[in-house]
Protein backbone atom coordinates (compact mmCIF):
# COMPACT_ATOMS: atom_id res chain seq x y z
CA UNK A 1 0.00 0.00 0.00
CA UNK A 2 2.99 2.26 0.22
CA UNK A 3 3.96 2.28 -3.01
CA UNK A 4 0.24 3.10 -4.24
CA UNK A 5 -0.06 5.91 -1.67
CA UNK A 6 3.37 7.61 -2.42
CA UNK A 7 1.86 7.53 -6.28
CA UNK A 8 -1.31 9.02 -5.24
CA UNK A 9 0.72 11.95 -3.49
CA UNK A 10 2.94 12.31 -6.73
CA UNK A 11 -0.20 12.51 -9.12
CA UNK A 12 -1.98 15.16 -6.53
CA UNK A 13 1.08 17.61 -6.39
CA UNK A 14 0.85 18.96 -9.87
CA UNK A 15 -3.09 19.58 -9.02
CA UNK A 16 -1.82 21.56 -6.06
CA UNK A 17 0.96 23.67 -8.18
CA UNK A 18 -1.54 24.06 -10.44
CA UNK A 19 -4.16 25.55 -8.45
CA UNK A 20 -1.38 27.85 -6.82
CA UNK A 21 -0.37 29.13 -9.95
CA UNK A 22 -3.84 29.86 -11.06
CA UNK A 23 -4.63 32.21 -7.68
CA UNK A 24 -4.49 35.79 -8.95
CA UNK A 25 -1.63 37.75 -8.03
CA UNK A 26 -2.32 40.89 -5.17
CA UNK A 27 -3.82 43.58 -7.27
CA UNK A 28 -0.63 46.22 -6.43
CA UNK A 29 1.93 43.59 -7.46
CA UNK A 30 0.15 42.92 -11.01
CA UNK A 31 0.06 46.71 -11.16
CA UNK A 32 3.74 46.94 -10.65
CA UNK A 33 4.73 44.04 -12.90
CA UNK A 34 3.07 45.23 -15.88
CA UNK A 35 2.51 49.24 -15.14
CA UNK A 36 -1.07 48.93 -16.43
CA UNK A 37 -4.14 49.22 -14.72
CA UNK A 38 -7.46 48.20 -16.02
CA UNK A 39 -10.46 50.77 -14.78
CA UNK A 40 -14.22 49.63 -14.44
CA UNK A 41 -16.42 52.65 -15.82
CA UNK A 42 -20.24 53.03 -17.12
CA UNK A 43 -21.42 54.48 -20.96
CA UNK A 44 -23.91 56.64 -19.55
CA UNK A 45 -24.35 57.53 -15.75
CA UNK A 46 -24.18 61.38 -16.20
CA UNK A 47 -22.55 62.63 -14.64
CA UNK A 48 -20.81 60.30 -12.41
CA UNK A 49 -19.33 57.92 -15.31
CA UNK A 50 -20.58 58.70 -19.11
CA UNK A 51 -19.01 59.39 -22.49
CA UNK A 52 -18.68 62.51 -23.48
CA UNK A 53 -19.19 63.97 -27.12
CA UNK A 54 -16.07 62.56 -28.22
CA UNK A 55 -17.10 59.41 -27.32
CA UNK A 56 -14.49 60.00 -23.84
CA UNK A 57 -15.40 58.66 -20.42
CA UNK A 58 -15.78 62.04 -18.23
CA UNK A 59 -17.63 62.57 -14.50
CA UNK A 60 -17.13 63.02 -11.02
CA UNK A 61 -16.79 59.01 -10.24
CA UNK A 62 -13.97 58.74 -12.96
CA UNK A 63 -12.19 62.53 -12.16
CA UNK A 64 -11.67 60.63 -8.24
CA UNK A 65 -10.67 57.29 -9.83
CA UNK A 66 -8.22 58.79 -12.43
CA UNK A 67 -6.71 60.53 -9.39
CA UNK A 68 -6.46 57.07 -7.14
CA UNK A 69 -4.10 56.30 -10.04
CA UNK A 70 -1.90 59.15 -9.80
CA UNK A 71 -1.65 58.61 -6.09
CA UNK A 72 -1.19 54.44 -7.15
CA UNK A 73 1.69 55.57 -9.29
CA UNK A 74 3.61 57.31 -6.91
CA UNK A 75 3.24 55.01 -4.28
CA UNK A 76 4.57 52.46 -6.62
CA UNK A 77 7.21 54.30 -8.06
CA UNK A 78 6.79 53.71 -11.62
CA UNK A 79 7.87 56.30 -14.64
CA UNK A 80 4.54 55.41 -16.16
CA UNK A 81 0.90 53.70 -15.79
CA UNK A 82 -0.79 52.78 -18.60
CA UNK A 83 -4.92 53.03 -18.18
CA UNK A 84 -6.84 50.13 -19.77
CA UNK A 85 -10.76 51.76 -19.59
CA UNK A 86 -13.47 48.80 -19.67
CA UNK A 87 -17.19 49.64 -20.01
CA UNK A 88 -19.55 48.09 -17.76
CA UNK A 89 -22.88 47.23 -16.88
CA UNK A 90 -24.80 46.49 -14.19
CA UNK A 91 -25.40 42.99 -14.68
CA UNK A 92 -21.11 42.55 -15.28
CA UNK A 93 -19.19 44.57 -13.37
CA UNK A 94 -19.08 42.16 -9.86
CA UNK A 95 -17.86 39.64 -12.13
CA UNK A 96 -15.20 41.33 -13.98
CA UNK A 97 -13.71 42.92 -10.60
CA UNK A 98 -14.17 38.77 -9.67
CA UNK A 99 -12.50 37.93 -12.51
CA UNK A 100 -9.28 40.19 -12.79
CA UNK A 101 -10.25 41.82 -16.20
CA UNK A 102 -10.98 45.27 -13.45
CA UNK A 103 -8.83 46.14 -10.77
CA UNK A 104 -10.91 49.08 -9.80
CA UNK A 105 -14.84 50.41 -10.52
CA UNK A 106 -15.66 54.05 -9.88
CA UNK A 107 -19.09 54.78 -11.45
CA UNK A 108 -22.26 54.78 -9.95
CA UNK A 109 -21.99 51.67 -7.53
CA UNK A 110 -23.86 51.14 -4.44
CA UNK A 111 -22.29 49.65 -1.50
CA UNK A 112 -24.89 47.41 0.57
CA UNK A 113 -24.27 44.18 2.53
CA UNK A 114 -25.47 41.87 -0.26
CA UNK A 115 -22.64 43.32 -2.76
CA UNK A 116 -19.96 43.54 0.06
CA UNK A 117 -20.28 39.57 -0.25
CA UNK A 118 -18.96 39.35 -3.54
CA UNK A 119 -16.87 42.13 -3.73
CA UNK A 120 -15.03 44.70 -1.50
CA UNK A 121 -15.69 48.51 -1.51
CA UNK A 122 -13.54 51.46 -0.84
CA UNK A 123 -14.78 54.66 1.30
CA UNK A 124 -17.93 56.47 0.13
CA UNK A 125 -17.76 58.55 -2.64
CA UNK A 126 -21.55 59.52 -3.10
CA UNK A 127 -24.80 59.37 -0.98
CA UNK A 128 -28.26 59.53 -2.79
CA UNK A 129 -31.78 57.78 -3.22
CA UNK A 130 -33.88 56.78 -5.54
CA UNK A 131 -36.60 58.54 -7.06
CA UNK A 132 -38.68 59.23 -10.62
CA UNK A 133 -37.94 60.76 -13.76
CA UNK A 134 -41.28 61.38 -15.94
CA UNK A 135 -42.85 63.91 -17.96
CA UNK A 136 -44.00 66.76 -16.25
CA UNK A 137 -47.67 66.65 -17.36
CA UNK A 138 -47.57 62.59 -16.50
CA UNK A 139 -49.74 63.44 -13.51
CA UNK A 140 -47.42 60.63 -11.39
CA UNK A 141 -46.20 62.23 -7.95
CA UNK A 142 -45.53 58.84 -6.18
CA UNK A 143 -44.82 55.28 -6.72
CA UNK A 144 -48.19 54.52 -5.96
CA UNK A 145 -49.35 56.81 -9.06
CA UNK A 146 -48.12 53.70 -11.24
CA UNK A 147 -50.22 50.91 -9.90
CA UNK A 148 -51.12 48.95 -13.35
CA UNK A 149 -48.14 51.10 -15.00
CA UNK A 150 -45.31 50.27 -16.97
CA UNK A 151 -41.80 51.73 -14.96
CA UNK A 152 -38.58 50.93 -16.48
CA UNK A 153 -35.63 50.27 -14.14
CA UNK A 154 -31.87 49.02 -14.76
CA UNK A 155 -31.17 45.12 -14.24
CA UNK A 156 -29.08 45.10 -11.59
CA UNK A 157 -29.37 48.02 -9.63
CA UNK A 158 -30.11 48.24 -5.98
CA UNK A 159 -33.51 50.66 -7.54
CA UNK A 160 -34.90 47.33 -9.63
CA UNK A 161 -33.96 45.56 -5.63
CA UNK A 162 -36.50 48.34 -4.18
CA UNK A 163 -38.91 48.05 -6.68
CA UNK A 164 -39.69 44.57 -6.05
CA UNK A 165 -39.54 44.71 -1.97
CA UNK A 166 -41.87 47.82 -2.41
CA UNK A 167 -44.36 45.91 -4.53
CA UNK A 168 -44.16 43.16 -2.59
CA UNK A 169 -44.48 44.68 0.82
CA UNK A 170 -47.05 47.12 -0.34
CA UNK A 171 -49.42 44.53 -2.72
CA UNK A 172 -48.75 47.05 -5.74
CA UNK A 173 -48.25 45.48 -9.26
CA UNK A 174 -45.99 47.79 -11.49
CA UNK A 175 -45.37 46.44 -15.44
CA UNK A 176 -41.65 46.44 -14.77
CA UNK A 177 -39.53 47.23 -17.96
CA UNK A 178 -36.21 46.01 -16.93
CA UNK A 179 -33.41 47.62 -19.10
CA UNK A 180 -29.48 47.38 -19.66
CA UNK A 181 -28.25 50.93 -18.94
CA UNK A 182 -29.56 54.18 -17.34
CA UNK A 183 -29.53 55.85 -20.60
CA UNK A 184 -31.72 52.94 -21.99
CA UNK A 185 -34.32 53.31 -19.26
CA UNK A 186 -34.45 57.19 -20.14
CA UNK A 187 -35.24 56.29 -23.70
CA UNK A 188 -37.72 53.81 -23.06
CA UNK A 189 -39.78 56.67 -20.92
CA UNK A 190 -39.39 59.78 -23.95
CA UNK A 191 -40.34 57.13 -26.60
CA UNK A 192 -43.61 56.22 -24.21
CA UNK A 193 -42.78 52.96 -23.21
CA UNK A 194 -42.56 53.64 -19.65
CA UNK A 195 -43.96 55.99 -18.11
CA UNK A 196 -41.41 56.57 -15.21
CA UNK A 197 -37.94 55.67 -14.95
CA UNK A 198 -36.99 54.53 -11.32
CA UNK A 199 -32.55 55.16 -10.50
CA UNK A 200 -30.78 57.35 -8.11
CA UNK A 201 -31.80 60.71 -7.85
CA UNK A 202 -28.20 62.59 -8.93
CA UNK A 203 -28.42 60.28 -12.11
CA UNK A 204 -31.87 61.19 -13.11
CA UNK A 205 -31.22 64.91 -13.01
CA UNK A 206 -27.93 63.94 -14.91
CA UNK A 207 -30.57 62.60 -17.07
CA UNK A 208 -32.62 65.31 -17.37
CA UNK A 209 -30.00 67.76 -18.39
CA UNK A 210 -29.31 65.54 -21.05
CA UNK A 211 -32.86 66.21 -22.84
CA UNK A 212 -33.51 67.94 -25.91
CA UNK A 213 -35.72 69.83 -23.70
CA UNK A 214 -35.20 69.55 -20.06
CA UNK A 215 -38.01 71.50 -18.89
CA UNK A 216 -40.32 68.37 -20.03
CA UNK A 217 -39.33 66.44 -17.43
CA UNK A 218 -39.23 66.34 -13.99
CA UNK A 219 -37.99 63.99 -10.47
CA UNK A 220 -41.18 63.04 -8.55
CA UNK A 221 -41.57 60.99 -5.12
CA UNK A 222 -40.34 60.55 -2.07
CA UNK A 223 -36.79 59.58 -1.66
CA UNK A 224 -36.56 55.42 -1.30
CA UNK A 225 -33.77 54.29 1.53
CA UNK A 226 -30.39 56.42 1.50
CA UNK A 227 -27.45 54.52 -0.61
CA UNK A 228 -23.73 55.44 -0.99
CA UNK A 229 -21.64 54.64 -3.67
CA UNK A 230 -18.15 53.69 -3.55
CA UNK A 231 -15.27 52.26 -6.07
CA UNK A 232 -15.54 48.50 -6.34
CA UNK A 233 -12.55 46.15 -5.93
CA UNK A 234 -11.17 42.76 -5.68
CA UNK A 235 -12.31 41.08 -1.74
CA UNK A 236 -9.21 39.51 -0.34
CA UNK A 237 -6.78 42.05 -1.63
CA UNK A 238 -6.37 44.54 1.99
CA UNK A 239 -3.05 46.34 0.48
CA UNK A 240 -4.69 47.68 -2.82
CA UNK A 241 -7.80 48.76 -0.78
CA UNK A 242 -5.98 50.55 1.89
CA UNK A 243 -3.81 52.65 -1.18
CA UNK A 244 -7.12 53.01 -2.45
CA UNK A 245 -9.02 54.21 1.24
CA UNK A 246 -5.64 56.49 2.06
CA UNK A 247 -6.06 57.99 -1.79
CA UNK A 248 -9.97 58.99 -1.60
CA UNK A 249 -9.47 60.18 2.02
CA UNK A 250 -6.74 62.63 1.07
CA UNK A 251 -8.54 64.14 -1.99
CA UNK A 252 -12.19 64.51 0.48
CA UNK A 253 -10.02 65.79 3.25
CA UNK A 254 -8.06 68.20 1.59
CA UNK A 255 -10.95 70.08 -0.62
CA UNK A 256 -9.87 68.45 -3.62
CA UNK A 257 -12.82 66.29 -4.27
CA UNK A 258 -15.31 68.98 -3.51
CA UNK A 259 -13.74 70.83 -6.43
CA UNK A 260 -14.28 67.82 -8.32
CA UNK A 261 -18.07 67.79 -7.19
CA UNK A 262 -18.43 71.33 -8.43
CA UNK A 263 -17.41 70.82 -11.75
CA UNK A 264 -19.46 67.91 -12.37
CA UNK A 265 -22.57 69.59 -10.18
CA UNK A 266 -22.70 73.24 -10.19
CA UNK A 267 -20.96 74.11 -14.02
CA UNK A 268 -21.56 73.32 -17.31
CA UNK A 269 -21.21 69.73 -18.03
CA UNK A 270 -20.56 68.18 -21.94
CA UNK A 271 -21.87 67.38 -23.95
CA UNK A 272 -24.01 70.39 -24.08
CA UNK A 273 -22.75 72.74 -21.69
CA UNK A 274 -25.78 72.41 -18.96
CA UNK A 275 -25.72 72.70 -15.73
CA UNK A 276 -27.26 70.70 -13.18
CA UNK A 277 -27.43 73.65 -10.16
CA UNK A 278 -27.07 71.31 -7.35
CA UNK A 279 -24.64 72.39 -4.43
CA UNK A 280 -23.42 69.18 -2.53
CA UNK A 281 -25.72 67.84 -0.04
CA UNK A 282 -25.01 68.03 3.98
CA UNK A 283 -24.53 63.99 4.25
CA UNK A 284 -22.13 64.07 1.74
CA UNK A 285 -19.86 66.91 2.72
CA UNK A 286 -20.22 65.16 6.04
CA UNK A 287 -18.59 62.38 4.07
CA UNK A 288 -15.88 64.33 3.04
CA UNK A 289 -14.87 65.53 6.49
CA UNK A 290 -14.94 62.08 8.14
CA UNK A 291 -14.90 59.29 4.99
CA UNK A 292 -15.94 56.06 6.22
CA UNK A 293 -16.92 52.48 4.41
CA UNK A 294 -19.94 51.79 5.89
CA UNK A 295 -22.41 50.05 3.56
CA UNK A 296 -26.21 51.58 3.69
CA UNK A 297 -28.50 48.63 3.69
Not at 63 to 82: F, G, N, S
Not at 148 to 173: D, F, K, N, P
Request: net charge positive; proline share 6%; with cysteine.
Amino acid sequence: MKPLHHLTFLLLLPLAFSAQAESPLPTLEKISRTATISLGHRESSVPFSYYDGKHQVVGYSHDLMLAVVQHIRKELKLPALTVKLVPVTSPNRIPLIQNGSVDLECGSTTHNRERARHAAFSVSIFQTSSRLLTRHDSGIQELADLKGRRVAVTAGTTSERSLLLHSESTGTRFEIVTVKDHGDGFNRVQAGQAEAFLMDEAMLYGLRVRADKPEDWRVVGRPMAAEVYACMLRKDDPHFKALVDRSLTELMQSGEALKIYRRWFQSPIPPKGLNLNWPAPEALLELYRSPNDRPLG
